[in-house]
């Protein structure tokens, strides 16, 4: 038998102080009713209630139970209306993800969001590193990267293009780009993470692989973005952080002819099992938000 059921037949027959005014109560036969106090009884080991003809009272020991079952019982029910409450879209999340992106992106992601969930409250944890999501109680990672972190779930929501842009000051000063290895002979602005590495253009099946000097280098594409804006020489950075900056002919593109690589936008949460509510309406907001802007160009 239910021992939830039983413990709230017992209460009523407690109340009453009857088996048949419980029996009424509860739309149960008295029999039934007698089982369910017998089934608690059998549960705690122990002799409950004093049956008489008259009246049923408590024993000693059941005065020492009484309000533990009567916990019991306000606990499941305050688990039954937390568990109704996660059908409705509510709560707290926190959300990691870069600096550039958060600032660019998520920002612009949330007022729609909000507008159709009202009753959700958001904290975003900029932050280029990894981070620790249950260390730092964070719900959901987004990120752009081909390697996401193996320990995490993670779903691709989107691609994000990047574009080489510089200033047309920059460019009129230097030697012309016609080819990716023209590069070689300027400035480039890279991550500080892929200093060594070569820039890699792809044009049809041409791939060229182009080893560039740097004089800055920054852990962070905002950072990266004003320094290509003050003249510091060519950079490669998302379209979503230089879109407008182009449109608006404070930076030109190089190499046109040429692409970089899309990176795959993933976000990324600790376990699948028993996920809020919130989380899975705020992945499939991003994947259907990011997905639109990110395949945007410049």
Not at 39 to 65: D, F, K, M, N, P
């Amino acid at each position: 038998m239910d021992r939830l059921t039983a413990a709230k037949v017992f209460l009523t027959v407690v109340e009453t102080g009857s088996f048949t005014a419980s029996s009424k109560i509860l739309n149960l036969s008295r029999s039934m009713v007698t089982r369910y106090v017998e089934t608690t009884e059998q549960w705690l080991g122990a002799r409950l209630l004093h049956r008489s003809t008259r009246r049923v009272t408590l024993t000693s020991i059941g005065e020492e139970y009484l309000p533990y079952i009567e916990n019991l019982l306000v606990q499941s029910e305050a688990l039954s209306t937390m568990a109704k409450c996660q059908s409705h879209v509510k709560g707290n999340i926190r959300i990691a993800t870069s600096v550039s992106l958060g600032f660019s992106l998520l920002s612009r992601a949330l007022p729609s969001f909000m507008a159709t969930y009202p009753d959700v409250t958001i904290e975003i944890v900029n932050a280029d590193e990894r981070v620790d999501l249950v260390e730092q109680q964070i719900d959901l990672a987004v990120r752009i990267t081909a390697s996401p972190d193996e320990s995490l779930i993670g779903k691709p929501i989107a691609r994000c293009s990047s574009v080489l842009v510089a200033t047309q000051d920059y460019l009129s000063g230097g030697t012309e780009i016609v080819s990716p290895e023209d590069l070689r002979h300027h400035s480039c602005i890279q991550y500080a993470n892929f200093h060594h590495q070569s820039w890699n253009l792809y044009r049809g099946d041409d791939h060229r692989a182009v080893k560039v000097s740097s004089k800055v280098s920054a852990n962070e594409a905002t950072f990266l973005l004003h320094a290509c804006l003050s003249g510091l020489g060519i950079a490669q950075l998302p379209t979503y952080l230089v879109d407008d900056y182009v449109r608006d002919g404070k930076l030109v593109t190089v190499l046109d002819g040429w692409h970089l690589k899309d990176m795959p936008v993933y976000v990324l949460y600790s376990s699948r099992k028993h996920l809020p509510n919130v989380v899975r309406a705020m992945i499939e907001h991003l994947e259907e938000y990011l997905s639109l802007r990110l395949t945007q160009v410049v």
